[in-house]
């Protein structure tokens, strides 16, 4: 997922880099100072462990959080935050799981239910509690060790670029799945790779439980007669090749998320009232992400407090308009332009994540042989 997973628009990129700037860089707030030392005894070492101040976050490359509320943690808590971002989602799993014994971070985020069971059963997480965690609906609490702990969630969707279709003898706008193989579409959808980008799993696991296991093989090879491209990562799909992504595409179909016409409308230059980016509503496959303290971390108390902390409504009311996704915990308040342009799709798409344990592996074996050799 490179999940590259929510690095939402190139505007929005530039964003979430300098916030991950902002946050490496904010300074910690200083260590007991010297007089509440105890005072050295004859012969005994006067060496002193350094207070840890940093707790390191390994992160998807989308991860962004605004400034202040980063220096809020590290007036609350006396850590400050370096981000460690390998890529996209998938990545961040690999790179924990190959790291395990020797974590490059105390604690991660982003690890979301398409890659939760293959994170869990590699043992790379220390169960831990968080604060705040009653304040999160039960239902979304979905492993009783605790090992994670859940903080947004968002719907990858079937997204168009509203100015293409209806005119000039073109279709009108998609409006399910089945229309994305019709002829009238041919040459028009551009999807992310399943191996390796989040909202490309995704999307294969929303066609499976559209068309069952016994279906969705044929459903692919309709699609792959009709011509879509398959990209790597979602940057790809969307800022490149995507007609509304800023760029010359030439794809005005995208797999993107449901969000996507907030972020259009925020990030507008001049700014637009009105997004140029539908959303096909019953194409969405319900994302959750998740946050948990790294098996061997070297920072664990801060490790837990950075978690605690993305519970808390100010990191949770932070999100939307950050990493373009829904806070969860009861309370939250969505900003204006969530609330007017985000879709919410009343029926998404979901698969049991045993089941995405089960036959992750095979599922996307099965897909590449038939869609990218």
């Known amino acids: 997922m490179t999940r590259t997973r929510r690095s939402k628009h190139s505007k929005y990129s530039k964003r979430a880099l ?75 799993v690999d790179e924990a799981i190959l790291r395990k014994d020797s974590p490059v971070a105390d604690a991660l985020f982003g690890v979301d239910n398409t890659f939760l069971t293959r994170a869990l059963d ?39 670029d509203k100015s293409w279709f209806g005119h000039d003898g073109r279709p009108v706008a998609p409006a399910s799945l089945d229309d994305l193989a019709r002829p009238a579409y041919k040459n028009l959808t551009v999807v992310e790779n399943a191996a390796t980008s989040s909202p490309g799993l995704a999307f294969l696991l929303a066609t499976i439980a559209a068309h069952g296991v016994d279906g969705w093989k044929a459903y692919w090879d309709a699609l792959k007669k009709n011509g ?57 496959f319900r994302q959750m992400e998740f946050a948990g303290v790294l098996h061997g971390a070297h920072n664990v108390p801060g490790a837990q407090a950075l978690v605690d902390f993305m519970l808390t409504r100010r990191f949770q009311q932070d999100m939307p308009l950050q990493m373009y996704v829904n806070p969860i915990v009861n309370g939250a308040t969505l900003p204006v332009e969530f609330t007017k342009w985000a879709v919410d799709p009343p029926h998404p798409y979901s698969v049991d994540p045993a089941m995405i344990s089960a036959h992750r592996t095979e599922w996307i074996k099965d897909w590449t042989d038939r869609v990218v050799r």
Do not use: M
């Not at 005994?44 to 390994?58: E, G, W």
């Open 122 to 160: 590699a043992g790379i997480f220390e169960p831990y509690t968080a604060r705040g965690l009653d304040t999160v609906p039960a239902k979304l609490q979905v492993d009783p060790q605790h090992r994670v702990t859940p903080i947004d969630d968002s719907d990858v969707c079937v997204d168009y």
């Open 18 to 92: 300098l916030v991950a700037v902002a946050a490496v860089s904010l300074v910690a707030v200083t260590a007991c100072s010297s007089s509440s030392k105890p005072a050295a005894q004859p012969g005994a070492s006067t060496t002193v462990a350094p207070r840890i101040t940093t707790v390191r976050l390994l992160t998807h490359s989308s991860f962004a959080a605004s400034p202040a509320v980063l220096a809020d943690f590290t007036k609350q808590t006396g850590y400050r935050v370096k981000l460690v971002q390998p890529g996209d989602a998938g990545l961040v």
């Open 228 to 284: 879509v491209r398959v990209d790597d990562d979602w940057s790809q799909a969307y800022e490149n090749d995507f007609t509304a992504g800023g760029k010359s595409g030439d794809r005005p179909i995208v797999v993107s998320y449901g969000s996507d016409p907030a972020a259009d409308v925020v990030g507008s230059t001049p700014h637009r009232n009105t997004p140029n980016i539908g959303v096909v509503a019953s194409t969405c």
